[in-house]
């Protein structure tokens, strides 16, 4: 058995969590900083790093307690060492180097984006290869996960981040920040075929969403008020998460992988997940005549709601699957700082 105790300040949430073998979360606890940052439409990397600094310290003692272990019972200690805003990440890394010099325990920092793709790991059976859709505020890829330790980025967003869009064009609808959650509860209420806008023409496994963006903006200026908020918000989504599931599918195909794994905060997105979801209803419940639809070629994968937002569970269990037995058996360890 091994412990982590992971901490996540890699942007406006203060988190720290203990795993147990990379599955299985013993607490994890999370401060928050949504509220303070919604004044400003988006966040304040310095007061972002000022709330970590006075959340870090509570966090980590809330999920010990919670945890019902001591600190000497744990193993190792994990942070994110980016990408991220450097002050907040500061905070974190520090943190967790004067919890690995006091325990005497090793620290692993670990890569923020892999994090969210191990999320998928917690409480489940998942086991590489597969491929793994990453949306974020500031990420889209798609990335091919040979094994534990091993992963190939097979495309990205050539401009803004899915997430990135969210924001700008909720902003753009007086939606307000963030600007994810606002679009997919306006959405609920619209007509994805109201307004026809462009998926973004980027070859091979690239995204671009900043066209779609700027088509969102002139729609706009040409739309008597009030807006059609709810039929834009519901567009654009559709426009959206068309790409990036037809891409992810195309991926696994083309690569023959059989599992797909969603990852990141747009992971949460209800269209996006019931799109993923109608791929897995029908691998489970295939039969001998529906070997061609698209479902029954694919597993699918996605992390509970909670662990699809920064969290610091994921980031436990990244340190253990990246390479945690070596690091325990005092072989060098290259995520190491």
């Not at 059989?258 to 979801?277: S, Y």
């Not at 597993?299 to 253990?320: F, G």
Request: aromatic content about 8%; charged content about 20%.
């Amino acid at each position: 058995m091994t412990v982590i105790l992971g901490l996540e300040t890699s942007c406006d949430e203060t988190a720290c969590a203990i795993v147990k073998d990379g599955r299985q979360v013993l607490a994890s606890k999370l401060h928050s900083q949504t509220e303070i940052h919604k004044q400003y439409g988006g966040v304040v990397p310095e007061i972002a790093a000022r709330y970590h600094l006075e959340s870090v310290n509570t966090v980590i003692e809330e999920a010990v307690e919670s945890s019902g272990l001591s600190l000497q019972e744990i193993d190792a200690v994990a942070c994110t060492q980016g990408p991220g805003l450097i002050g907040t990440l500061l905070v974190g890394l520090s943190a967790a180097k004067a919890l690995s010099w006091v325990l005497r325990k090793p620290l692993l920092a670990v890569d923020h984006l892999y994090a969210h793709i191990c999320a998928n790991y917690i409480d489940s059976d998942l086991e590489p290869p597969f491929i793994s859709l990453l949306v974020s505020g500031g990420h889209t890829q798609l990335v091919f996960v040979r094994d534990y330790d091993n992963w190939e980025v097979l495309g990205q967003t050539l401009d803004d981040a899915a997430g990135e869009a969210y924001d700008k064009v909720a902003r753009l609808l007086e939606l307000g920040y963030p600007g994810g959650p606002q679009i997919d509860r306006a959405a609920q209420n619209g007509n994805a075929a109201a307004f026809k806008f462009p998926e973004g023409a980027v070859k091979n496994f690239d995204f671009s969403f900043s066209g779609l963006k700027t088509a969102v903006l002139r729609t706009v200026e040409k739309l008597d008020e009030p807006l059609p908020v709810a039929d834009l918000a519901a567009s654009f989504q559709d426009a959206v998460n068309r790409v990036l599931f037809k891409k992810t599918i195309r991926a696994a195909t083309e690569l023959n992988i059989a599992k797909i794994v969603l990852a990141g905060g747009v992971a949460a997105n209800k269209d996006l997940r019931k799109r993923f979801e109608a791929v897995r209803a029908v691998e489970s419940s295939r039969g001998e005549h529906e070997e061609t639809q698209i479902g029954a070629r694919f597993s699918v994968y996605m992390p509970d709601l909670k662990y699809c937002t920064d969290n610091a569970a994921m980031v436990a269990a990244a340190a253990y699957f990246a390479g945690i037995e070596q690091t325990l058996s005092c072989t060098a360890y290259s995520r190491q700082p």
